[in-house]
Structures are given as structure tokens and as C-alpha cells.
């Protein structure tokens, strides 16, 4: 088996018409002193490279890391001596990738990378969180070397991201117990070491993922007296110089394999990531969206395995004389499983080439911005539905734990929680909102897929509805803001706004997917008449 060529989403995306440009943006953005030797002739044969890779990534997925994913759910790992100890399957998912080569695939070639852009980075997540979620939170956590190859000093850059590139595990150590997801209140301190030349960590963190890892970025107040987020700043902590003890690890309902830890730093040897202050206000937020382009990533690898187990079950269980997929019942919550499916991840690789060109452009780094929390909030919120509903169509099944739905339905629930909640997803997206930057996007959309179904009468159609679905928000935001943005009537009516934003963003890209590829075009009817569903229950919130 092989996850990359058993799924043509992927390939579709990794060749989307955009590649090529980003292919050669990517070769740009880390050349210090002309191309690199390594680096491919031209951009088509960049693709290639990233298609091999994909494929080999495929495999390991499919015939290392998924057959090893019960196992490490019932095993999990254990705390030794104040140190965590992998289940032994996620031990051989790891050595299986560092094999490979595939250890910071999004690195510059000068520190042993690839130089992959995001698009390849996170269809690699997606993949591995097919084959177990839990284990794609360990693999996803290598985005801290962006974080330093962005931010860090060279002397840092230059001792360790080629670690990373051979298998270094990494955390970020944001969370404690009294700050949760107010980061500007973490009280781990950070002091100057002046006989050491260092700086020390004091302190506890709670809820780590992958709490003991060998590198750690660490959130810390390093400005004496200070209250908020400007007394922050980040930290690299190596796991080898000793200071840290992990305190437990915690039981929880899903993703057992990724050991989340509570950690005690004990005058900790740390080296300080970009400039003081800057922690969270710069950095942290970087990182951040990153991990929540992750989140997506992960939220479509467990929304294929969920259909997939769904399609397989009902095409083998008979009931009445009939297999189950014959029942329209059954039929409509597997097309609306697979419609959630193609519309979160046509988002992602959306999301994820504007982040692809961020570094170059103003306007392409704040369209990335706004779209992320979309990604977050539809493809975890999908995630869990997808859960739900492959456990429906699995019946009195569904609910015994030899089915993968089970763990499936497990795994899903972290993924509207961590790295922001689906809340915080539409906090971030009020500003979108309230600056119109959505109502712009839809516009080029919008003319877009106009230029692109003109001679497509199917398409054209649903094009013609989605433009009365944007009339609707259009009615619903200017009534909901009558009396300003900040009103009570705003406020409780912000979820759905979100959220019919997102549903007609997602079908203008499921349109124009299906322009190149007709197989799309049952995803984008359903995910029209999805949004046409969203939108009367707008317009109904707010009469």
C-alpha cells in the first residue's frame, strides 16, 4: 500500500498550476550565495523531486507507521526515571523516517534539508495522520526548525537544524498550568547566567506534546517585573544539557502515542531565539500558524482514513438483503463525508501555497493569514464529523474498539482544541471579517470560476447560487453590524459568519478543481448545497 498514490486528491495538488511558481520561489528563499548544487535544474524537475519524496513518505505511512498505530494507542508511553519512553511502534515509525531522509524536508539545503515549501510539508502530515494522528503530532513538531532557520542567529541555525535533519525531536513549551491558551500571562522565568554565558529556565509547563524531546523552543519571562506579552521571549533549550524533569505524562482519550508531558525546568542552560521581548508577540505567532496549518493537516489524514473506513464497511455489511451503501440514508453521509473531506483539503493546499508565497509578498502573507483559522476551524470541526458519522454508518460496530472508528473518534476530539480553539479560530477571524479581506477573496473567486465555467453549464449554475449565498451574508453581516462591530448582535452571530464564509470559499475551490478535474464536481454540488444550508441558517439567526 502507499497513501500518496492510493489518493489522487494528492497528486492533483501537487501538481496544482501554481507549483511551478512556487517551485522556483522556494529555490529563491534560501539561497544565501547563488543556487545551491544540490538544487534541481528547473522547476518541473523540483516537482519531481517532491512527487518522489511523496511517495516514499506514501509508503511509510502506509506499510510502517498505520500498522503500528493500534499498538502504540493500547501500549502508549511510559515515564522512566523522570523521562519519557516511547511505545516501541512509534520508536520504529521513527527510525523508519529518519532512514529516509525525510527529517526536515522544509529545511535549506545548507542544513541538510530539502528545501520543500509547505505545500509538500503538509501533505506529508496529512499522510502520516491518515496512519495514526497521534504519531503526526511528533512528525508535525519539526515546524520548530522554521522557527529557528527564520528567527535564530546563525551560530544557533548553524548547530542545530542539521540535528533536525537527522532526526532531533522537537517541542514547543508554551502552555502552564494557570495560562492555557492566555499565553501572556506564562510566568516561567528566564534569567541572564553571566558566569555561564547563558541564560536559565525556572519554571513548569504543562500539556507538551512531546514534552521530552531533544529540542525544545520555550516561551519564558526574561524581562524582570513584567506582566504581558512584552516581557516574553523565546527560548532553545537542549534536552542534553540537563535541568529539565518530566513530572508525569498525562492520560488522555486520544492520540496516546504523542506523549503530553508536564515538564520542570530547573536552571535550565537555554540560548535566546531572535531578539528579547519578542517571544510571543513575533515568534510564538509565527510558529503558531504554522502549527495550525499542521492541525488542518492532520484533521484530512483522519478525515480520508474515516471515509475510507466508512465506504469499505458499508459496501461489505448487508442488512436486509442489500449491502448498506445501497440505502440512501447511508449514501447521503457518505457523500457529505467525502464532499467535508475534498472541501477541507482543496482549503489546506489553497491556504497553504498563499503561505508559500508570503516571503515575498505583503499581500500574499495577509491573505495566508486570514485563511488559516479557516483551515483550523472547518477541517477539525470536519474531522469530528467525519468521526461521528463513519461510526453511524458502522452501527453497534462502530462502537467496539477492534473498528478503527473508534480510535478515530478518540483522535478527533484533541483536534478542535489544540493549538487554538475552534473559539479562538473565529476570534482570529473577526478581523477578516470586519476589514471585508474574506468578501475580497470571494470576489476573485468568484471571477475566477465566472471566466473558468463559462462554456460548463453545471458548473455556471452553481456558480449563480453561490453568488446568492454571498448575497445572503452580504444582508446578514450588514444587519448583524447595524450597530457596529463590537454590538451583542455581532458578536453571538461571528461563529456563523465564519463559517459561511469558509463553506463558499470552499465550494468556489471545489469549481475550480473540478474545471481541471471533473471527479470534483459531485464534491462541489453537495458542498453548494451544504453552504446554501449554512447560509438560510444565517439569514434565520439573525431575522
Known sequence: MNYYSDNKSLAFHLHHPDMEEIAALRENQFTEAGKHPEAPANSEETIAQYEMAMELLGSIAAEVVAPNAEEVDHVGPALVDGAVQYAPGTRRN?????QSGLYGMTLSRKYNGMNFPRVAAVMAAEMLARADVGFATIWGLQDCADTVQQF???EIKDEYLPRIHKGATCSMDLTEPDSGSDLQSVRLKATWDETAGCWRLNGVKR????GDADLHLVLARSEEGSTDGRGLSYFLFDRADGGLKVRRIE?????KGSPTAELVFTNAPAKLVGDRKLGLIKYVMSLMNGARLGVGAQSIGLCETACREAEAYAASREQFGHAINQFVAVQDLLADMRTRTDGARTLMYETARWVDRAASSKQAARTADVLTPLVKLMASEFAN?????????HGG???????????LYR???I???YEGTSQLQVVAAMKGIASNTYRTLIDQYDAQAKQATAANGTLKSLCEKLCRCTAVYDESYTSATSEGTTSVRFEHSTRQLTEVLAYIIMSYLLILDSVRDESYTASAQRMVLLTQGESARLRAMLD
Open 94 to 98: 521513527l527510525d523508519a523516517l529518519i
Open 152 to 154: 535564530a542567529s546563525q
Open 207 to 210: 500539556f507538551i506534546t512531546n
Open 251 to 255: 492520560n488522555k482519550m486520544g492520540i
Open 385 to 393: 464529523r467525519c468521526a461521528y458519522d463513519c461510526i453511524q454508518v
Open 397 to 407: 460496530s462502530g462502537f467496539m474498539k477492534e473498528y478503527t472508528c473508534e480510535r
Open 411 to 413: 483522535d478527533a476530539r
Open 415 to 417: 483536534l478542535t482544541i
